[in-house]
């Protein structure tokens, strides 16, 4: 395939000059997608810093395998096409094209961007550390939620409740610097979709946990507790809070 990924930085640069002339939810996806490419240019599927049998038994090698090496790898090759055609249509001013290609943008950049996070939101069972005393991901769960299991048991079933296929999520609310939970649909992207900086991701499609739960979902929501990477929460939080 040729690789024609917005490579010159000019036409990069030119995308978010000239994006004034897109309807504005291509925009936001271009922009926040061109800013996460690597030198190359392509997106790539990120390692996991854990094996696939590390999260087990809550989500099973099995599951883990399918879910990186295939639905995200997916979700990336599908997003290079898509800029790629992006590109294309740029660089011959094709608006309609251009126009065209929103939901493929959308669906596999927001799938990109939804696995990524999700990745680093997961850890080793047994590395899991819930935020105690008065670092700040516990105050801002405090001020916010009341307590840690009060947030929990909102997110969850918030999560639970997602009609479909879709995400559950924890996230940073700039205007008002309080986390509050929210749900996406498909693979709409947390902020682009509502303006709240992503935290923490529940990814509920089927895909996530039909091998080990079945039709269960409440299960795997309730599960997905003890193997969340708390660190990496408080670190979003706090990157967050500076923006
Ligand atoms: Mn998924």
Not at 92 to 97: A, E, H, I, K, L
Request: aromatic share 8%; charged share 20%; hydrophobic share 35%.
């Amino acid at each position: 395939m040729m690789k024609k990924v917005i490579t010159n930085p000019s036409l990069r640069s030119a995308v978010n000059l000239r994006s004034s002339i897109f309807p504005e939810e291509v925009s936001s996806h271009a922009s926040a997608l061109l800013s996460s490419l690597s030198v190359d240019g392509t997106h790539k599927l990120p390692d996991l810093k854990y094996d696939y049998d590390a999260i087990q038994p809550v989500i099973s090698a099995e599951t883990m395998t399918i879910h990186h090496s295939k639905h995200h790898n997916t979700y990336v090759t599908n997003l290079n096409v898509a800029l790629e055609k992006l590109d294309t249509a740029m660089s011959s001013g094709d608006v309609s094209t251009i126009i065209s290609l929103e939901g493929a943008l959308k669906f596999n950049g927001g799938g990109h961007v939804n696995h990524t996070l999700f990745w680093e939101n997961i850890c080793a069972v047994g590395e899991s550390s819930e935020p105690t005393g008065d670092g700040p991901l516990s105050s801002s769960i405090t001020e916010s939620f009341g307590d840690i299991e009060t947030m929990k048991k909102d997110l969850s079933a918030a999560t639970i409740a997602v009609q479909g296929s879709g995400w559950g999520w924890l996230g940073y609310n700039p205007k008002t610097a309080r986390i509050e939970c929210a749900t996406c649909a498909n693979q709409n992207p947390l902020q682009a979709t509502t303006g709240l900086i992503p935290l923490l991701g529940i990814d509920v499609w089927e895909h996530a946990y039909y091998v080990d739960y079945r039709n269960v979902r409440p299960d795997y929501v309730n599960a997905i507790w003890s193997v969340i990477n708390w660190s990496t929460v408080e670190k979003r939080l706090v990157d967050a809070s500076k923006k």
